[in-house]
């Protein structure tokens, strides 16, 4: 029994010495959890609505009343001119718009990029609305809904941007989180580290090779989802190129962060996997951000993919101009910076 109990303590001893063990042992079931619990959910809250109200009567101010009063709706803005609500919506200010007109009667413009979201916001706003004409003494008029950039309503045009984002994500953060670890293990760092080569050289220069082999997976991707799924790439191939570029370099830098900051191939693997967690939960991939508690949107901004997934939408699907997404592109472009920035003050020059 003494032998047993003198192996128990050494377990007990590795387990707590290893941070990544302990990070998925103790963390990981918490996080998990509370994202479940409260951030994690299909229901749509605060669907955010532009007016325009050219009836200007008793039933319209009743309507955006109700509107204001529903706890699933925000009203952003309410005008009598519609100009300005698709620009709005392609800039992601506002996820549907409800033109009140009394030669067309009521509209509802909702953005179908997102299908799901987009069918519940819509039946909101309709219910709502079907309420209103109810109590009023006036006869009913018919609500027409439009779905934009997407009225099929498939769902692949939400999904496919977003599955390319976590795809990206997970691959490049993979390849690279080993790359520095692996040098480590096998001894080879010494040499690195003797040769006359600076630091951010040979950072650099792990980055490289893996951005070439991401570069051709995403053009592997971009054809299977053009010529075999049907996604429309409305907008400027060039500009989604380019924003997929920045985003690779977030994803092998963050990698390369882990790489720099474990010890072990397999500690750096299990990292690596566990960034499908914030990539699918907080990025808007599958559920949306705005339903969320505000810690956890806050939390979001912090997320790589819930920029790249955003302007992958705007440009694959609503085929917007570059100016659309250069918020996003700055973002990410800042992330790579501060990624590589952090990996070059980690890498360590001398062997401990």
């Known amino acids: 029994m003494k032998r047993f109990l003198s192996f128990v303590h050494k377990e007990f001893l590795h387990i707590f010495r290893d941070k990544v063990t302990m990070l998925i042992l103790l963390v990981m079931p918490v996080v998990l959890i509370v994202l479940f619990g409260f951030a994690v959910t299909t229901e749509v809250k605060s669907a955010r609505i532009i007016v325009?109200?050219?009836m200007q009567n008793d039933f319209s101010h009743k309507a955006i009343d109700a509107l204001k009063a529903n706890k699933y709706t925000s009203v952003e803005l309410v005008t009598t001119d519609e100009s300005g609500t698709i620009e709005a919506m392609m800039r992601g200010?506002?996820?549907?718009?409800?033109?009140?007109?009394?030669?067309?009667?009521?509209?509802?413009?909702?953005?179908?990029?997102?299908?799901?979201?987009?069918?519940?916001?819509?039946?909101?706003?309709?219910?709502?609305?079907?309420?209103?004409?109810?109590?009023?003494?006036?006869?009913?008029?018919?609500?027409?809904?439009?779905?934009?950039?997407?009225p099929q309503l498939k769902s692949e045009y939400n999904f496919v941007p977003g599955v390319i984002g976590m795809i990206i994500m997970l691959i490049c953060a993979l390849m690279t989180s080993v790359s520095i670890v692996r040098e480590k293990e096998m001894g080879t760092m010494e040499i690195l580290l003797a040769s006359p080569l600076h630091p951010l050289v040979i950072i650099v220069s792990k980055l490289l090779p893996y951005f070439v082999v991401s570069s051709v997976n995403l053009a592997s991707i971009l054809l299977i989802s053009k010529y075999i799924l049907g996604i429309p790439l409305a907008g400027s191939i060039w500009a989604f190129l380019l924003i997929s570029m920045v985003y690779i370099l977030v994803a092998l830098?963050?990698?390369?962060?882990?790489?720099?900051?474990?010890?072990?191939?397999?500690?750096?693997?299990?990292?690596?996997?566990?960034?499908?967690?914030?990539?699918?939960?907080?990025?808007?991939?599958?559920?949306?951000?705005?339903?969320?508690?505000?810690?956890?949107?806050?939390?979001?901004?912090?997320?790589?993919?819930?920029?790249?997934?955003?302007?992958?939408?705007?440009?694959?699907?609503?085929?917007?101009?570059?100016?659309?997404?250069?918020?996003?592109?700055?973002?990410?472009?800042?992330?790579?910076v501060l990624l590589i920035g952090i990996s070059f003050s980690l890498f360590k020059t001398r062997l401990e």
Do not use: C
Not at 295 to 317: G, N, Q, T
């Open 253 to 336: 830098s963050l990698g390369l962060l882990i790489s720099v900051a474990v010890d072990t191939q397999l500690a750096a693997m299990l990292l690596s996997l566990l960034l499908i967690v914030p990539t699918m939960y907080l990025s808007g991939l599958a559920f949306p951000l705005e339903s969320m508690p505000r810690p956890f949107e806050v939390v979001s901004h912090i997320v790589p993919a819930r920029w790249y997934i955003d302007a992958a939408r705007k440009l694959l699907i609503q085929g917007v101009e570059f100016r659309y997404v250069v918020e996003d592109l700055w973002i990410l472009s800042l992330q790579a």
């Open 52 to 54: 325009a109200d050219r």
């Open 93 to 150: 200010k506002i996820d549907l718009a409800l033109v009140m007109d009394p030669d067309r009667g009521l509209q509802i413009l909702a953005d179908g990029s997102e299908p799901n979201q987009a069918q519940t916001r819509a039946n909101y706003v309709n219910q709502i609305l079907t309420a209103q004409q109810d109590m009023a003494s006036a006869p009913a008029s018919p609500v027409e809904t439009h779905y934009l950039f997407n």
